[in-house]
């Protein structure tokens, strides 16, 4: 057992961010908490601080970040409070959502209501391979189709190298079978919104209450109900994070590496090699992946994206590229290139370069 007074130094996870406070769910079991002292039976289990970061990490510039495991000094045990020495080593980390040691990513799609759409699934499922961490699918929402296209739809999903768990959050359908590949990771969820993410965390964990949107009618979307990335402890172990999810993710990976994320392609490259290294498996000779598989036109357009997105990076990065980004409107995200001027030619000359024109001319004149 730690002993606490000998330390003062406590281990936790970062379970929540806002500002420059971290909520901090502390390691400390039970029967440790109980050693404690009555003094300290008001706290909750397991203990969470509200905590600040040691200037120290602030100068060397240590992000703190949902998912980290960090070092706790000084708790203040009545006021709930400590702050945060130290960050241990990382095991994974994602950008967007900013979250640390995420083990696996629960995909969560609906079967219906709105239509599972496969572009979109092509979409999610590319994004979350990327990660490189490990991906479960969920279709929910199973109880609006029949067993046969449940079959149906999990046949050519087990094509595309994913074997689907049909759950329904509303008639309890298979979300104790979902529960139990969440057992003991930290784990992402993530998808569309409407689909059920919010209603899914609510049933895993009572203590979360998300508000959860209804699906609008016109665009047969869910309004966006999640505000921030927050983790909530599972009842048998283990932490679960929901994620804003209503946008569709970008295709801001590397070309090359596209094809690796489809496992129907990897299964092929597995066995056999094409001609050329750089092959990015278009109309090139020899090619192994090019061929008659479901998600190839899925690859091809992904692939015309993550080109796109490359050139947009590679001409924001080049002061002398020809084209700008400019925004088209305010408030709106909307965006286009532009040819650019080119450097200081049409820059307006300033007062003081003026007048010291003038005075040069002055002096060679005398």
């Known amino acids: 057992m730690i002993d606490f ?3 003062g130094q406590l281990l936790g996870t970062v379970v929540a961010v806002q500002a420059n406070f971290y909520r901090v769910q502390l390691d400390q079991k039970q029967g440790e908490m109980r050693e404690m002292g009555d003094q300290y039976s008001h706290l909750p289990y397991p203990p969470l601080l509200l905590c600040t970061r ?30 945060i020495a130290d960050v241990l080593p990382r095991h994974s980390e994602l950008d967007r959502p900013a979250i ?38 969920c279709l929910n929402k199973s ?3 029949s067993e046969q296209e449940q079959q149906k739809v999990s046949d ?3 094509g595309w190298g994913y074997q689907p768990i049909f759950i329904s959050v509303k008639d309890g359908i298979n979300t104790d079978q979902a529960a139990k590949y969440l ?14 993410k919010s209603s899914l965390i609510n049933t895993l964990i009572d203590s979360a209450k998300l508000r959860v949107g209804e699906v609008s009618g016109k665009l047969a979307r869910g309004r966006h109900t999640t505000r921030h990335i927050e983790l909530f402890e599972l009842p048998e172990g ?66 015309d994206a993550a080109i796109a997105h490359q050139t947009q990076m590679h001409q924001q990065a080049d002061p002398e590229s020809s084209m700008k980004l400019k925004s088209k409107s305010k408030g709106k995200g909307q965006s286009q290139y532009e040819p ?27």
Not at 108 to 133: C, M, N
Not at 247 to 257: F, G, S, T, Y
Not at 350 to 365: A, G, H, N, P, V
Request: charged share 30%.
């Open 5 to 7: 007074a000998a330390t």
């Open 54 to 83: 040691r200037t120290r990490l602030k100068k060397i510039g240590q992000q703190v970040m949902v998912g980290d495991r960090v070092v706790v000094e000084e708790p203040d045990w009545a006021g709930g409070r400590g702050a």
């Open 100 to 137: 640390a040691n995420v083990n696996q990513i629960l995909l969560v799609f609906a079967v219906a209501d709105p239509p599972l759409e496969p572009y979109q699934l092509s979409r999610f499922l590319i994004k979350a391979e990327s990660t490189g961490l490990d991906v479960l699918l």
């Open 143 to 145: 109880d609006l189709i």
């Open 156 to 158: 050519r999903l087990l």
């Open 183 to 196: 057992s003991n990771k930290i784990t992402v969820i993530a998808g569309p919104s409407g689909v059920g």
């Open 238 to 303: 283990g932490l679960l994070a929901d994620t804003p999810g209503f946008n569709q993710p970008d295709m801001d990976c590397i070309p090359e590496e596209l094809i690796h994320y489809f496992p129907e392609a990897r299964k092929r490259l597995a066995v056999a090699s094409c001609r050329f290294s750089d092959c990015l498996h278009r109309d090139e000779p020899e090619c192994v992946v090019r061929g008659d598989w479901e998600r190839y036109e899925h690859y091809l357009e992904f692939l």
């Open 340 to 366: 650019k001027l080119e450097s200081k030619k049409y820059r307006r000359i300033s007062r003081k370069t003026q007048l010291q024109d003038l005075q040069e001319l002055y002096r060679d004149e005398e």
